[in-house]
């Protein structure tokens, strides 16, 4: 299953709902597009919802990283939203857990970001 | 194919080699009778054991081959896959879990690996990189063929 992307917005923040696998090659590109399109835009409150995203690999792990990062040092926010328990533990495996901000409810979630 | 519970696979340095090792070692792990979990931990393993092969160590290169062979064994399930590279510098991957590493956007491949496997043997050479990926089998299920080791 390759992965999908689609894009909403709440009271400011650019919510991308993905699904699939974030794996090397069509996913990683998938999801890097989709940050720098959001980027382009002047989204900088961005929360990836990856609750239908049943698998991530290494390349998939480095593209999340990237996208965090990428945000960051543009001054915006990335917040990672809905893990799915593989996704989780993946995150925990690799200590990349406490580096993302992680939220289990949408409307927390966007009440977190910086008004 | 060589022995009645070893079957090897001669691929090319592509992706579609990457998604047909990960797919073919979640079905091997499965019908040994490997939980769910563990049958998710050796295909991913085995997946990012052929991205380091069709990527670092081949390069893509259409002239190399990789070579996937799945063996099951009275200790479990042994995966060895071969390329045709440079071979790989095991002290030049850093730990992908330090706090200096952590942001990096590449290198977690083989730490996943070791994290899913229960033994990982790693043989680089100037003709290519040999991984050896073991995983034990937890009860009888997955011991039924016993073979030669």
Redesign the interface.
Known sequence: MTMKSSTRQIDGVTIVDLSGRITLGEGSVILRDTVRELMGKGSKKILLNLGDVNYIDSSGIGELVSAFTTVRNQGGELKLLNLTKKVHDLLQITKLYTVFDVKDDETTAVKSFTK | MSHENRVSYTLDST?ET?NSAEATASQLASEAGFADEDV?KIA?AV??AA?NAV?HGNAYDPGKKVKIEFEQTNRGLVITIRDQGKGIDLNAIPD??SPEN?????G??I??IR?FMDEVEINPSQAGTEIKLIKHVHGSAAGGKEASQ
Request: no cysteine; glycine share 4%.
């Open positions: 992706l990457v998710m991913m997946r990012e991205v990527l992908p879990t952590l942001l990096k956007t590449s977690r491949g730490f996943l994290s």
